[in-house]
Structures are given as C-alpha cells and as structure tokens.
C-alpha cells in the first residue's frame, strides 16, 4: 500500500504562487500535481519554472506547461483536439452542404454587434 499524504494549497490568482510554493517547501511536498482550471492553464508557465527550481517532480493537466519546463502532463493535447474539431465541422458542413434550399446560395453568416445577432451583409 502507498503512503501517500495529500498537501492540498489552493490559490485564488498568480500572485499565490510564491505562498504556494512556500507552503510546500516549509510542508516538505515530495511532488506537484497541478490540477486543471483556467488560472492553472494561463499561470502554467510560472508555476513549472517554480516546481523546478525548488526540485519537485510535477504533473500538469495541460502539455503546454510541460513544454515549459514541467515534468508531465496527463491532459490532453489541446491544440490537436482543436483541429479535430475543425476537421470534423468541415467534413459536415461539406456532408449537409451549406446551401440555402430555397435560393441556392450559401447561407450568409450571422454578426453579433452589441448583444445583438444581425445579418452579415453579402457582396
């Protein structure tokens, strides 16, 4: 059976990292697990190059961090995810067609200006 004891530090913007990484080091954390959420993937970057100068092996939910300098990452690829999606919305939009039934043009896409979802202007 593993000994495993959990050191959970949560922090509310970038400017907790430093305690952060305090609250570890005076805890003696043996290891960092980062989890996943929208101030972990922006402030990703910071927190690997904090993780590895205090030596603390480090598991990231994003592989962006580990192309900064963190450990590994069990996220997935965003960026590949992203052009999948791409692929498979043009595989339907080609599949449906995009042509308006009634006057057999393509279907002109909408704007929105002001909270407000208006018609684009054709050519």
Known sequence: MLEVTLLPIGIQSIDDLRAAFDAMRSQKADGLISIAGNLTSVSGTRIAELALNQGLPSCYAF???VQAGGLVSL???????AKQAAGYVDTRCQTRGTANSTTGSLRTPHQFNHGQATRAQSP
């Open 63 to 65: 592989r962006e961090t």
């Open 75 to 81: 996220g997935p690829d965003r960026v590949w995810m």
